[in-house]
């Protein structure tokens, strides 16, 4: 993850409806979006979501982007068929608004990691295992008491085949090194439509606070959705209905 300034942000500085305009708009999907599932393939959306998209892109132009930790094609069928840029995979997959796509090769010692997670899960129910194109996620949310041994695999994983460490809430991945939902947010600000605008960033994780943090430092703002959480952002929203509903109504301003 980068290194990034914590600020902690009081709970009562809430976003103003005025934030859009003239604002290129990035958003983490789970947590932020829709609510966090023990099991991630449980995940929908809804129709509710699925208008207020189509009304942001429209609000913005097109300068709506989703930055999340899921692989982009798992973004895509969620939406069933996304019309906006994504960025996935921790911002190792990007694809920009005029739909040219970037992202790295997988290395082999993610299959070692795949098979020494499944093991893990073998011996404990409740574990989830995400395998993903360049990432293998170890949820726990259903067996907490496994957190410290599964930290522990993972975190060997990362150090043994020179991957990187990513934890999440109830959750811990080995990726891909290299990039971050900042570089997400850095690499679709690069785009004609996007590059003269402020980017306005919206996450509710740790793994969102690089993208957090680039927003701010392009000129932007970053929003954390979470009432107590320290952060780099400067606005804070309670949970996801806030955030919806945050959205809606800049949206209709």
Sequence with gaps: MSQTQTINTPASQHPPLDLLER????LDFDGTLVELEARPDETRVNDRVRRLMAKLSAKLDGRLAIISGRPLDQ??????????????????????????LSAP???????????EVRGLAAKHEGLVIEDKPFGVSLHYRLAPHTEAECHALVRAMAEQDGLALQIGKMMVEVRVAGNDKGHGLRALMQSPGMFATRPVFIGDDDTDEPALAAAEEMGGAGIVVDPVRPSAARYRLDDVAATLAWLESAVER
Excluded at 80 to 97: D, K, N, Q, T
């Design 105 to 115: 090769i997988r290395p082999t010692g993610l299959d070692h990691a795949l098979r």
């Design 23 to 26: 604002a290129s708009l990035f």
């Design 75 to 100: 973004i895509d069928a969620l939406f069933g068929g996304a019309g906006f840029a994504i960025s996935g995979s921790h911002g190792l997959e990007v694809r920009m608004p005029d739909g040219s």
